[in-house]
């Protein structure tokens, strides 16, 4: 990725932080209304917008599809693999786009910090059991 295409990106960053900054002062002293509800949906639409085209500078489109068959299964997996694969492009740590195989790298990296959800059974001990009057038949 050369230095146009990542200060192209950091430009539409800041477009978007000044953008929810304007949004964020006028939000906080809403009167509650019907009004209010519309320019948060437009907030959050050009915040979409503006990730989507971020994103598809970032990624080659193989990866590009990957990731929206991921969000299909694992949507909280794709978004956090998206902030990542954002944060690194505006810190300079991406030179080049993203192919399918880095991004595989970096899910299972990110598989591998999530720890899977374990469920513990406990039995009690000394329970009376009514199975046992089955063996009687």
Not at 18 to 40: F, I
Not at 57 to 63: K, R, S, T, Y
Not at 108 to 118: I, S
Request: glycine share 12%; net charge negative; proline share 1%.
């Amino acid at each position: 990725m050369d230095d146009a295409e990542l200060e192209q990106i950091r430009k539409a960053r800041l477009e978007q932080l000044k953008a929810q900054g304007g949004g964020g002062s006028s939000g906080g002293s809403k009167v509650p209304g019907g009004g209010g509800g519309g320019g948060q949906d437009q907030a959050r639409q050009q915040e979409a917008e503006a990730r989507k085209a971020m994103l598809n500078q970032i990624l080659e489109p193989e990866a590009a599809d990957r990731l929206g068959r991921i969000r299909l299964v694992k949507e909280a997996r794709a978004t956090q693999v998206e902030n990542q694969l954002i944060m690194m492009a505006q810190t300079g740590q991406l030179r080049q786009k993203v192919t399918e195989e880095q991004l595989k790298g970096l899910l299972n990296a990110v598989a591998d910090n999530q720890e899977e959800e374990k469920i513990v059974v406990t039995r009690r001990k000394g329970w009376e059991d009514d199975d046992d009057d089955l063996l009687d038949i």
